[in-house]
């Protein structure tokens, strides 16, 4: 294990106003700016702001170094919130840490194993260090073996459930009632299409994804009363390391996106807006339910 990196400091206030030119807001140039604009200008930030800035926020986010998780955690730190991503891989951590702090973002990061219960508990001490205890947790690390299912034996099950299963629900466990007891929290997991249906053998990942969601369902009803929303977003085809066998063959890649709606697969970026609402004060109302961001893959 290693201990999370200290966390960086943002950038000054006045070197972000130096560096930052000023919204337009609609005067020409060398005129005054009509006083009704810049009074419904302001009034527009400080609504957007009050449904969606996660300042003062806390989250963690594992499998946060690389793919979706990468992705939304470069999304909840540029909303405002203090962002800890738990992976393996050290240089990949690093790498996601230092370029949210270069972009004025609060980021640290931890190296653990999140396929042994230790691990995980190690992890989730380790990821408080950074900023305190997490308002926000997105469990989006996962494993993805798909042998045939004959051939599906107990090591890959045990390490498919481990990862995608046991550790969302020990550090739900963890930082859950936690959150029911301060009156805000958001848990949000990531699954899979397996979830709901079967196909390219969906073996052991398509149970743990499913039963992820009903897990989802259950934190729902035990915290939703208390402040804590849980949901998961479901992606579609989205083009990261998880999904290394079918990215090498362009024929398939091709047909799943001919697949979408929207004519291409999905990319870790187009997660940033969900993310940011379901971690957000917005989604007060929303909890329980499976969001799918797949371009209509799953309608089509």
Known sequence: MTS?????STASADAATSATPSAWDGTPPGASAHPRVSAA??????YLAELFSLEGRVAVVTGGSSGIGRGIAGALARAGASVVVV?????????????????????????????????????????????GEPDILVN???????????????HVWDATMAVNLEAPYLLGRRFGPGMA???????????SQQAHRAFVQSGAYGVSKGALESLARSQAEAWSPHGVTCNTLVP??????????????????????ARTMVGRNGLAEDFAGAAVFLASRAAGYVTGQSIFVDGGFSVH
């Open 87 to 131: 992976a393996r891989k050290e240089a990949e951590l690093a790498a996601t840490a230092d370029e949210l702090t270069a972009a004025g973002c609060r980021a640290a990061w931890v190296s653990g194993d999140l396929g042994t219960r230790d691990g995980v508990r190690t992890a989730a001490e380790q990821a408080v260090r950074a900023f």
């Open 181 to 191: 007891e301060r009156g805000f929290g958001r848990i949000i997991h990531i699954t």
């Open 140 to 154: 989006s690390a996962g494993i993805n073996l798909r042998p045939p299912m004959g051939e599906l034996d107990e």
């Open 4 to 8: 999370p990196s200290r966390p960086h």
């Open 41 to 46: 200008s302001r009034a527009s930030d400080a």
């Open 236 to 257: 579609g085809f989205v083009m990261t390391a998880l999904n290394a066998r079918l990215s090498s063959d362009p024929e398939r890649v091709a047909a799943l996106a």
